[in-house]
């Protein structure tokens, strides 16, 4: 099995250097880094994770913390885009990732616990943030470090965090609408108790208050069951003036295009749809949804690297904005 020495001596530069390397410090150019990795890759090389682990008395890994709620994890390729950025920083940062998950709040903070006493990870990536989360709660009181993917609800400048502007990226996807002659336009969510959704929220608001068109809203369960579609054929009834729609992802918009496809009772009215994250079910509909992209993969990767790079609690909390953009198809109409 090849050594670390092994690595150095055919990337011609000394052992400490290919170990600097392997963990892409920023001390090592960009050039002797890829000599490096080229070398691991033709040696097969493997570092022992558990033997640094214990030497330092800190697990060389990354704990990922999932949502409860498993089935949206599972189905809305947002988490599934986001794992992959996290993955592929952790592997340039020689780190490994372990999943934090729980059907319900008890069994989420059990597994933290455990991860954190028994397996002893000290830095985390939490995947959403939320309200009066007790998740946090638990972290602060092991004393663990952690990044969170999404605007915190406290501790905001304490808090290293990884976020779109979602209050800009709310008013450009309304803007959008109104743009296209839209007046009578509707914000679809499922739980304000998301910060991301609150966000996109406010800045649908914003356009709406500003352009003096009235407010409206609609709430739908975050996964599909038999009176989702009911309240969505109930609203448009109640609402014939609704001539557009902004949904606070993806899901929510093709939800609303199967109901207005397939039910008799709003066939024939012309409606436009924008959503957000851009998932690949987005281009296969029909018409091809309008969403804004808002890069999950590049928010885990960067969650990653803050969270390799959390050492002490000295650290200078770090922030960091990921741009969006409106990806236009055919689900928008000018009226």
């Known amino acids: 099995m090849a050594t670390i020495k092994d690595v150095a001596k055919l990337a011609k530069v000394s052992p400490s250097t290919a170990s600097r390397a392997m963990h892409d410090n920023p001390a090592i150019s960009q050039k002797t880094k890829s000599r490096v990795w080229r070398a691991m890759a033709r040696l097969h090389y493997a570092p022992d994770f558990n033997a640094q682990g214990l030497a330092n008395k800190r697990s060389n890994a990354i704990g990922v913390i999932l949502p409860i709620d498993q089935q949206e994890i599972f189905t809305n390729p947002f988490f599934l885009k986001v794992l992959r950025g996290i993955s592929e920083a952790c592997y340039h940062a020689q780190m490994m990732v372990n999943l934090a998950t729980g059907s319900s709040q008890a069994e989420l ?3 933290i616990d455990i991860m954190v006493t028994q397996g002893m990870i000290k830095r985390f990536i939490v995947l959403y943030s939320e309200r009066d989360d007790p998740i946090l709660v638990k972290l602060q009181q092991l004393e663990a470090q952690y990044v969170i993917i999404g605007k915190p609800y406290r501790l905001v400048n304490e808090t290293p965090y990884v976020d779109n502007d979602n209050i800009l990226a ?13 007046h009578d336009i509707c914000f679809v969510h499922n739980d304000l108790k998301k910060m991301v959704q609150n966000d996109r929220l406010l800045g649908y608001q914003r356009i709406m208050m500003e352009n003096h068109f009235p407010v409206k809203m609609l709430a739908l369960p975050a996964q599909e069951y038999p009176g989702g579609r009911q309240l969505v054929i109930q609203y448009l009834t109640q609402h014939p003036e609704i001539t557009g729609f902004v949904t606070v992802d993806d899901m929510l918009g093709l939800r609303i295009q199967q ?3 397939s039910s008799e009772m709003v066939t024939g009215r012309q409606i436009s749809i924008i959503g957000f994250n851009n998932s690949v079910y987005s281009e296969a509909a029909h018409p091809a949804l309008t969403s804004v992209e808002v890069f999950p993969r590049r928010l885990g990767h960067e969650a990653a690297k803050i969270a390799a790079g959390l050492q002490t609690h000295e650290h200078l909390t770090t922030k960091i904005i990921v741009p969006h953009q409106i990806i236009e198809r055919h689900s928008v109409v000018t009226m």
Not at 170 to 182: I, N, R, Y
């Open 109 to 111: 903070l059990k597994s």
């Open 170 to 182: 709310g008013s450009d996807a309304t803007q959008f609408l109104v743009a296209h002659g839209h």
């Open 259 to 261: 109901v207005l496809q």
